[in-house]
C-alpha cells in the first residue's frame, strides 16, 4: 500500500514547506486557542487579579495570537504589556492586537527571550511554556533567561510553580492492540518483526487519555518546580522519588503522567489558579503520556510501587529528553512477600 | 506552549532519521496487517481461488512484510511467488519467509518495480497499492509498469478493477469546531486570522470516518479503473461525473470520497472477492476523505447535486494529485427552481 511510503520519499523539505506555510502555523496556534481548559486558566489569572495589575508592566512572552496579553489589556489595566514572540507569528499578532484597538497596552516585539531589548523591567512574567511531561521542548528554559534579565526584584511569576504527575496503570486495551494480535497472526509466525512490536512499547506514547478508572493509585507530584528559583542548570537532569499504594487490584502495565501548574494571587488572600492536565480534569491539547513497561505485572490493593524518575536533557539536541523510570512492585500477599524491579528509558523526540 | 515549536526548528533530518528508523518502517507495516478487512480480503482471494493457483507463477508488488506471498505459499500451491520489495523491509521480508519455512516458494527479491530482472513472466499480478482517494502516491504506476513487463499474455491483476466512490454529506460537528468556535472567542476579533481558519478547509481531511446517517444521497462511484487496460498516461488526469439525488434533507458541506477494488475470481464461474472502504464497511487505516465546501447550503429530499471530479498529478511531484470539484446544486422547491454552483480545488499532499 502507499499509506508507508511517505516516509521514504527523499524529499523531506517538501514536508517543511508545508508546515511551515503561512496558514499553517496560524492553524496551531488556532488549535491551542480553542483548548479552553487552557486558555481560560490565564484569561481567570488575569480577571483574578485585575485590581492588582493596574499600571503594572507585563511581560507575554511566547505570545503566539497574543491572547494572553490581550486578556491582560481589555480585562486589566497594565500601563504596557510587552508580548514577545520569536516566530514568524508575530507579523499577525501585531494585525490581531490592532483589530482589538490593543496597540496603545499591548507591544509585540519579534524576537527571541534572548536577544529582545525593553526599555526597563516587568513586573509581571507570563508564560505558557509547558510541553509534554511539563517539560519536553523546554521552551522554559527561554522563561528562566527572560525572568533573570527582564523581571523586576519582587515580580510575579505566571506560572508560579509546576508539577509532574505520576500514577501507575493499566493500559489493557492498549497492551492487547500492540501486543496480543501479534502472538500469530493470520497463522503466521511474526517473530522477526518482535523487535518492531517491542518498539510499540520503547517510545512515550503521547496523546493518550488514561481513564481514571486505569489508574492503579492515587496520582502524585513527582517532580516540582518553583519559578521564582529554578535555574536553568538545574533543568539538565531532574529526579523524583515515588510511592504508590495500590488501592485496586489489576494489571500494572506502566505509568501516565501529566502535569499542573498552579498562578499564585497577587492579591492579599487571593487564591491561586490551577490549570491541571490530569484525567480528573477536562481534557486540554497536551492530554496525558504513557509510558508502557516491558511486561504486564499483576498488582492487588495493599502492594506497593516505589522508584524514582529522572528527566535528562540531551545534551546536544536541547528541545529532547529522556525520562527514566525505576521501579519496585512490593507485594503484601501472605505466602510470599516479593519484590519485582524494573527500569526502563524512553526517548523523548517527536 | 511548546506544543507548536517544533515545525519551526530548523533540523528537519531529526524526523527523517525517526522515520526511517528500523523499527518504525516495521511498525508501519505492522499497523496495515492489523487492519483485518484490508488482509482478509488478500486472504480470501488466495483461499478461494487456490485451485486455481496451482502451478501458477505469481507476482507481489510493494509486498512489505510478504503476508500476501506467504498466504499464496501456504493457502495455494503456486509453483513460484516473486516478492518485490523498494524499501530496506526487504531484508526482514526474507526473515519472515524463512522463519515460515515457505523460502522454497517464495523469493524476495529487493528493488523497484522497473529495476527487478526475473527468469521469466508471471501468471498473476497482485498487490496492495491503494491509497487515499484510490490513487494518492500513485504506487499504481509501478503496478501497471510491472504488469506490462512481466504479466503473461491472459494473466490475472489483483485487484482486477477499482472504483473511486463519492457522496454529498453534511459534517455538522466538523465544521463547527472549526468556524463557529471562531465567530468571536473569549469576545476577542480574530478575523486577520480567517485565512487560516478558512485553511482548515483547503485540504482534504484525512483518515475522516463518516457517520453513515451523514450522507446526503445514495454513494455512487464516479472513476472506474480497469486494472487490465488502465496506462500511466492515463493517470495524469482523470475525470468523472455525478448525478446524486438527495434522499434526506440537511445541510450540504462537502464531498466524502472512499474507494473499493475487486478481485475477479480465476475459477469457473467463481464470485469476484471485494475491499470496499467506505462508511457501510468495517473502518479500514485508509478511513474515509472530507472535502469541505466553504460554504454549508440546505438541501432538501428530491434536490439534485450533478458535477464533476478531477484527479489531476502533480506535473512536479509525481505521488502527489490535486482533486478539483465541481458542482450545481438543483432545487426542487416549488416557488424557486434555483440553482446553486460551487467549484474548489484541493491539493494532497501529505
Ligand atoms: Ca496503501
Ligand atoms: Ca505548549
Redesign the interface.
Known amino acids: ?9 527523499p ?6 514547506e ?3 506555510s ?9 488549535e ?3 483548548d479552553r481548559s ?2 481560560e486558566a490565564y ?1 481567570q489569572v488575569i480577571i483574578s487579579n485585575s485590581a492588582s495589575l493596574k499600571d503594572k508592566v507585563m511581560m507575554d512572552l ?1 505570545c ?2 497574543g ?1 494572553i496579553s ?2 491582560c489589556a ?1 480585562l486589566a489595566q497594565p500601563s504596557m504589556v510587552y508580548a514577545v514572540e520569536a ?1 514568524s507569528m508575530a507579523e ?1 499578532t501585531k ?2 492586537v490592532k ?2 484597538n490593543c496597540e496603545e497596552v499591548v507591544s509585540v516585539l519579534q524576537g527571541r527571550a534572548e536577544e529582545i531589548e525593553l526599555p526597563g523591567q516587568v513586573d509581571v512574567l507570563v508564560s ?5 511531561c511539563l517539560l ?4 522554559v528554559e527561554s522563561v528562566l533567561l527572560a525572568r533573570d534579565r527582564w523581571l523586576k526584584e519582587g515580580g510575579v511569576m505566571w506560572p508560579s510553580s509546576a508539577a509532574l504527575t505520576l500514577v501507575p496503570c493499566q493500559a489493557d486495551s492498549y497492551f492487547s ?1 500492540k501486543m496480543h ?2 502472538e500469530r ?9 518482535s ?6 512499547f ?1 517510545k512515550p506514547k503521547f496523546s493518550y487519555l488514561i481513564d481514571p478508572t486505569d489508574c492503579l493509585s492515587t496520582p502524585c507530584d513527582v517532580i516540582q518546580l518553583d519559578m521564582y528559583t529554578l535555574q536553568v542548570k538545574d533543568l539538565e537532569e531532574m529526579h523524583g522519588h515515588f510511592q504508590f499504594w495500590i488501592d485496586r487490584s489489576g494489571t500494572f502495565h506502566g505509568f501516565t503522567a501529566w502535569f499542573n501548574v498552579d498562578f499564585k494571587s497577587m492579591e492579599p488572600g487571593g487564591t491561586a489558579v490551577q490549570l491541571d492536565t490530569g484525567p480528573h480534569s477536562r481534557p486540554t ?2 492530554k496525558q503520556t504513557l509510558f508502557m513497561s516491558d511486561r504486564p505485572v499483576s498488582v492487588h490493593e495493599g502492594d506497593s510501587i516505589s522508584g524514582s524518575i529522572v528527566l535528562h536533557r540531551n545534551p546536544v ?1 536541547r ?1 529532547h529528553m529522556t525520562v527514566s523510570l525505576h521501579w519496585n512492585i512490593n507485594s503484601s500477599s501472605k505466602d510470599a512477600s516479593s519484590c519485582q524491579a524494573g527500569t526502563k528509558s524512553f526517548p523523548m ?2
Request: overall charge negative; hydrophobic content about 40%; glycine content about 8%.
Open positions: 500500500g502507499a499509506t508507508e511510503e511517505d516516509t521514504s520519499m524529499d523531506p523539505w517538501q514536508d517543511e508545508y508546515f511551515d503561512y496558514g499553517t502555523l496560524q492553524k496551531l496556534h488556532l491551542m486557542l480553542a487552557r486558555t484569561r511566547g503566539g495570537t491572547i490581550l486578556f481589555q516566530s499577525y494585525k490581531l483589530q482589538n505558557e511554556w509547558m510541553g509534554n519536553f521542548e523546554f521552551m492492540e494480535f501479534w497472526p493470520y497463522g503466521l509466525d511474526f517473530t522477526p518483526l523487535l518492531a512490536q517491542q518498539e510499540f520503547t491539547h497536551w539536541w528541545r523526540w517527536r
